[in-house]
């Protein structure tokens, strides 16, 4: 079974500071995912990434970063947490041929709350 | 641009009712259509997909089917259970080669014994 984990299940930051959120998956896959989660808004994707180094924006990118110096670790970063990014954020992994190439394989999610 | 519109929930059944989740979709191309569910506490999962018209998507009981003409992909269950309670996501992939995904608002469901 895919296995995508998160570094942590609730974070508790302040306002300026700078937050790292990890995401690890364990089948190779070539893509991965980081999007946020906020009630009436559905899940907004923020960045990917589709190899190694390799980044694109998503819908929601302002205000983040991110990493991908191994195939396996994404991280998400935020230069300065603001308030307004207090929210659910999600990663997930997809490979990038076969017959689950279209199947995104999520972790369980970090709750990040900015005070 | 793509979109997904979902019906607004929640959705509150009884145990052994019928369920049905409306969705419908804007989307250049053929695109392959998913939904997924988010358990209490826990990341999204796939429940089921289909990727052309008329191909009828099934798991857990879950059923969904592709109509191309009227652009939906509703999901029903003939007999929910309490262990159905999860929000639900719509979603849909247009292709292309970075299979990004545009998910629908979700429905949150809740079935009481």
């Known amino acids: 079974d895919v296995k995508v984990t998160q570094s942590s299940r609730y974070l508790v930051k302040r306002t300026g500071e700078k937050v790292f959120l990890e995401c690890v998956q364990d089948m190779d896959h070539e893509n991965m995912f980081w999007y946020r989660q906020d009630p009436g808004l559905g899940l907004r994707l923020i960045y990917f990434?589709?190899?190694?180094?390799?980044?694109e924006k998503g819908d929601i990118p302002e205000g983040y970063s991110v990493s991908r110096e191994k195939k396996e670790r994404f991280s998400l970063i935020l230069e300065s947490a603001s308030t307004n990014q207090t929210s659910m954020y999600l990663c997930?992994?997809?490979?990038?041929?076969?017959?689950?190439?279209?199947?995104?394989?999520f972790g369980p999610g970090t709750r990040l709350l900015v005070l | 641009g793509n979109s997904v519109t979902q019906m607004e929930g929640p959705v509150t059944l009884s145990e052994e009712a019928f369920l049905t989740i409306n969705c419908t979709y804007t989307a250049t191309g053929y695109p392959s259509l998913f939904w997924y569910v988010q358990y209490p506490g826990e990341g999204l999962q796939l429940l089921l997909k289909a990727t052309k018209a008329d191909d009828k998507g099934s798991n857990k009981g879950f059923e969904a089917t592709y109509r191309k003409e009227t652009t939906s992909f509703h999901l029903e269950k003939g007999s929910v259970q309490v262990s159905d309670s999860a929000v639900y996501f719509c979603?849909?992939?247009?292709?292309?080669?970075?299979?990004?995904?545009?998910f629908g608002k979700g429905t949150l469901l809740t079935v009481n014994p």
């Open positions: 990434s589709y190899d190694v180094k390799m980044k």
């Open positions: 979603a849909l992939n247009s292709g292309g080669s970075n299979y990004k995904l545009t």
């Open positions: 997930a992994s997809t490979p990038a041929g076969g017959p689950k190439v279209e199947t995104q394989y």
